[in-house]
């Protein structure tokens, strides 16, 4: 490779005398190739390397002799030095990877009295940048995500507490929307789970509120007796009937909401008087021959699937459709985990003033044996169980002694190394509880938010990025 300065017009070899100096400067320009930071490789115009410097080695892992007198494709087979031969062009800013670094290239051809004797990439290795970047971005997540949380629904509202789980907040912010409307609503979830204080929150929040809101248990009352209760009933309308005949519900629910629990449950004509009254807006009196205008907003409840009993015909489709214009789910506790003492201390709150105690609190082992709980009767379940422990304790701190031996041995259960250890903890013994992968994360995160200290300990130990485990976490709402 010939070396010439152009400091002074003629080249340096020339005036300082031949070869020696050649090599001199030749030194010099490939010592100042080699304390360069960033990578660089020659090549010659078929495509051999002719040099690399010590960059290359430390960033591609391959020592000079590993590369020079190999064709590069050799040595990278996706380097961008060919196309840059073929092409006689420069490719500037070029992003390849290389084993596993990532490296952005300037490659240009080089030229020698009007010929291309070769091509040299200079290139930066990036690996770092795009990790850090990627770090930035998870970052970035993990703010929206709190700040998601600081500027959504309060935790509690009217008594009713709303949830810090994304799920939660989410059901809450749906309910609010519905409060501004009259469309129907239909409330799903387990027995227990607030369907009738979500309802009232509804109704509480709406422009109904200083009308009332009449709850009818649908389950509670045989078929023909709900209909006159619903609709009311003329005198001589059955045997027995009161003299000059009773108003129903939607009467006296009237410029109000008319609160339907258990709507599963209704019989199916019962279903079918019910749409022509919400369809028509009117109601007929049982026994009665004129119909009468009604102001009335439906929210309706069931701990069923009522989308099953509609594919079961067991459940009017054309009425399933009509109450479930707003849809709310509601949650069992066992997936809102990080809701739970919230909860607790809501209810430990609200039985100690009801009792006349002063007010208690959990020791740390009774709460890690409530937080093991599934609490399958939901937050039903959960007042009894304060109550029972705030009666049975002693003094102001429940311990674990006070709490129902149910809640005692689920926590035995869950922790026992016996079980831990076996497949019996995940039901792998048999196909009727065998969990799907997203069961067996839910349940390994549930046991881990228990396990650490800090949601960054739960994240360090998995393995994951600390945005990561908040994704997975907001997913089954236990962030
Ligand atoms: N968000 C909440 N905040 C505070 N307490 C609640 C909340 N949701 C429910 N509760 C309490 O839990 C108990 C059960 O609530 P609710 O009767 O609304 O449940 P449900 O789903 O309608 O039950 P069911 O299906 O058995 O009728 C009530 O005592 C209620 O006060």
Known sequence: MEVTTRRHGKSAAHRRGGAHVDGAILRYAIQVLDSLHDGVVAVDSEGYVIYANEANTRITGLTRDQVVGRHVSEVV????????LASRTPLLGVRTRVFDHVVVSNIVPVYHQGRMVGAVSVFRDITEVLALSRQLDEARNTIDLLRENLTAAPVAEDGVIIGQSPAAQRMYLTARKAATVDSPVLIEGESGTGKEVMARLIHNRSARRSQPLIAVNCAAIPGTLLESELFG????????????????LFQLADGGTLFLDEIGDMDPGLQAKLLRALQSGEIRRVGGTTVQKVNVRIISATNQNLAQLVREKRFREDLYYRLRVIHLVLPPLRERRADLPLFLEHAMRRVCE????????????????????????????????????????????IDVGDLPPDVVGAETAAAGPADRSGDGWLGLNDPGTFPTLEEVERRVLEAGLRAFDSKAELARHLGLSRATLYRKLARYGLA
């Open 233 to 248: 009933y003329e005198e001589g309308a059955f045997t027995g009937s009161r003299k000059g005949g009773r108003p129903g």
């Open 354 to 397: 009801r009792l006349g105690r002063p007010p208690a609190r959990f020791s740390p082992a009774a709460l890690r044996a409530l937080m093991a709980y599934p609490f399958p009767g939901n937050i039903r379940e959960l007042e009894n169980v304060v109550e029972q422990a705030v009666v049975l304790a002693e003094g102001d701190v």
């Open 77 to 84: 087979p996706n380097s961008h030095i060919l196309d840059v």
